[in-house]
Every structure is written in structure tokens, then in C-alpha cells.
């Protein structure tokens, strides 16, 4: 398969840059190289390849074959975003909540995750729940908190699963109701 993606890859056709640059940021089929990845994802991104742009960008977000550089990492964020990549909706969401290369906005943040979360992205679901459970970046909205909660379970979030248990554990945004609760 590499030999086949290699060949195409360097004919310029973008599925085969990005999944040569997956085989190599995982190891897939050749000993692991993020620089190399890098540079087959850059390829790929520029031909506007959102997994492309948005595995570029956690390349530079992490400091993995390339310089870590937040503001590479939401540029390639941004680009993937554009297409509703729901992976990099949610990488903006984090750098936005933990101030990695802006300043921290946990309006824009739940704006990014809510987003991701529109998109299916049960981790952003999850930490939507929180936010509106906790008051961070918006009034405290428990009813909000366990839609969200509730959203995120049902794609078998573990994490998010225990939330919505304990929300109707202690009657939080729902009715009380020990049977939900298990």
C-alpha cells in the first residue's frame, strides 16, 4: 500500500498525500516519521484536504515533526473548521478555553465546542454539559447541562455517561430518578 500511495501522492492527488502522511505519523507500513507526516499533510492541506489541515494542525499544536506553533495550529484549525471538521471545531474550542496561543475566551470556546458537538463530536458534547453545569462561559443552565450530558452518553461516552447518572442521581437540569442514575 505505501509504494501504491507514494506513487500517487507524488502525482499530486491529496488522498494519498494525507494517507501517506497518516502512515507515517502513526507507523503504519514504515517506521514512524512526524516529519515526514508533516510534510504529506502539508501538501494535502493546501489542497484545501480538511483531515489534512486538521492532523497539520495538531501537528503544530503538539510540537510533533515540526517546531510547536500554536498559531500554525489554529491557522490549520481555522481551515479544516471552514468544512465543519468536527475534530478541529473542537481543537479551536481547547485553545481558546486553555489560552494556547490567544487569549483565553470561554465564550469562543463553547461557541467551537457547541459547534463540534453540532457536528456528533461526543467529547465536545461532553465538555458542553460542563460548561453550562459549571457557569463557564455561560450562566449556569443545568437543563442545558444534562441535554448535553444526555447527547453524548447515548454515543457511549463513559465520561459523559457518569455525568448524566449523577445528574439524575441528585435531580440536577431532570428529575430525580435512581433508576436513570444506574
Not at 506513487?7 to 514512524?32: I, R
Not at 516529519?35 to 489534512?52: H, T
Not at 473542537?90 to 457536528?119: D, P, R
Request: charged share 20%; aromatic share 16%; no cysteine.
Amino acid at each position: 500500500a505505501f509504494k501504491l500511495f507514494r506513487s500517487l501522492a507524488e502525482n499530486g492527488l491529496a488522498d494519498a498525500q494525507y494517507y501517506l502522511g497518516y502512515m507515517y505519523q502513526k507507523g503504519y507500513g514504515v517506521s514512524q516519521d512526524f516529519k515526514s507526516a508533516a510534510r504529506w499533510y502539508k501538501l494535502a492541506a493546501e489542497q484545501e484536504y480538511p483531515s489534512a489541515q486538521h492532523d497539520l494542525g495538531y501537528l503544530y499544536h503538539t510540537g510533533k515533526g515540526v517546531r510547536q506553533n500554536y498559531k500554525n495550529a489554529s491557522k490549520w484549525y481555522k481551515r479544516a473548521s471552514k468544512q465543519n471538521y468536527g475534530l478541529s471545531l473542537h481543537a479551536l474550542g481547547v485553545m481558546h478555553e486553555y489560552g494556547e496561543g490567544v487569549s483565553t475566551n470561554y465564550n469562543k470556546a463553547l461557541k467551537f465546542y457547541i459547534l463540534a458537538g453540532k457536528q456528533g463530536l461526543d467529547v465536545a458534547q461532553n465538555t458542553v454539559g460542563s460548561m453550562y453545569f459549571n457557569g463557564v462561559g455561560v450562566d449556569r443552565d443545568l437543563k442545558q447541562s444534562a441535554k448535553w450530558f444526555g447527547v453524548a452518553a447515548k454515543q457511549g461516552n463513559s465520561v459523559a455517561q457518569s455525568n448524566f447518572g449523577l445528574m439524575h442521581q441528585f435531580g440536577f437540569g431532570v428529575p430525580q430518578n435512581y433508576k436513570e442514575a444506574n
